[in-house]
């Protein structure tokens, strides 16, 4: 399977600042996801990144508070904008269709943002 | 609208021990289904699928999962467990509906608890 990479691993910020989490693959993915899975919860897709277009967003997430980026096949990045402490949770990076697997998704080690 | 529910929020069993944990679905057409684990403070880990072929799926760390198309159910199991296997448990269906993205449905979780 792919490996999958994110940076930060964990970070606290004030609120009302951002954050931008990057999704580094070592091989080239036709689907990149960010999940969001709030505290003792489960995951909750907010978008599917879209190489060269805009990233297609989930019903009660929109573009202004979590912009995405994907220049290229092996990387993503997440922003999350404008923090409050409801943004508190792990962020989560996920890929599928790469030359080993068509049709799983693997994760990311994930992202713990708290939020002061 | 696909959707996929774990009934029970947490199982505990006995070190050597087999366990279920379970999993139910609604989709419409084939069900593409999964089952991933998550360690503390950690990423999702893949353990198995079910697309098509053998009711009975072979995955990671000698879990298994039988899928029931009648019962519309996907439980995992394993024969003997280990103390090392305890974790929170994700059942997920990918969504396959036409003009959609492919995006897993998770279920709310299972933590799963073996003693010694």
């Known amino acids: 399977s792919a490996v999958i990479s994110q940076k930060p691993s964990r970070d606290i910020c004030q609120r009302g600042t951002s954050l931008t989490i990057q999704c580094q693959v070592d091989?080239?993915?036709?689907?990149m996801f960010w999940y969001r899975q709030q505290p003792g919860q489960s995951l909750t897709l907010i978008a599917t990144?879209?190489?060269?277009?805009?990233?297609?967003?989930e019903s009660g997430f929109v573009i202004d508070k979590f912009p995405i980026s994907r220049p290229n096949l092996t990387f993503s990045t997440l922003t999350v904008s404008n923090l409050s402490p409801e943004d508190s949770s792990i962020y989560l990076c996920?890929?599928?269709?790469?030359?080993?697997?068509?049709?799983?998704?693997?994760f990311g080690p994930g992202t713990r943002l708290t939020v002061l | 609208a696909q959707s996929v529910a774990q009934p029970e929020d947490q199982v505990n069993v006995a070190e050597g021990n087999p366990l279920t944990v379970k999993c139910t679905y609604s989709v419409s057409g084939n069900p593409y289904l999964f089952w991933y684990v998550q360690y503390p403070n950690r990423g999702l880990q893949f353990l198995l699928k079910?697309?098509?072929?053998?009711?009975l799926v072979k995955g990671s760390y000698g879990f298994e999962a039988e899928f029931n198309k009648s019962q519309t159910s996907f439980h995992l199991k394993k024969p003997s467990a280990l103390v090392s296997d305890s974790a929170l448990y994700f059942c997920a269906v990918r969504d396959m509906a036409p003009g959609n993205t492919g995006k897993l449905i998770f279920g709310q979780g299972t933590t799963l608890q073996v003693k010694p």
């Open positions: 079910y697309i098509t072929g053998d009711n």
């Open positions: 091989s080239q993915v036709t689907m």
């Open positions: 996920s890929v599928a269709g790469s030359a080993s697997s068509t049709d799983t998704q693997y």
């Open positions: 990144a879209n190489q060269g277009s805009e990233a297609t967003y």
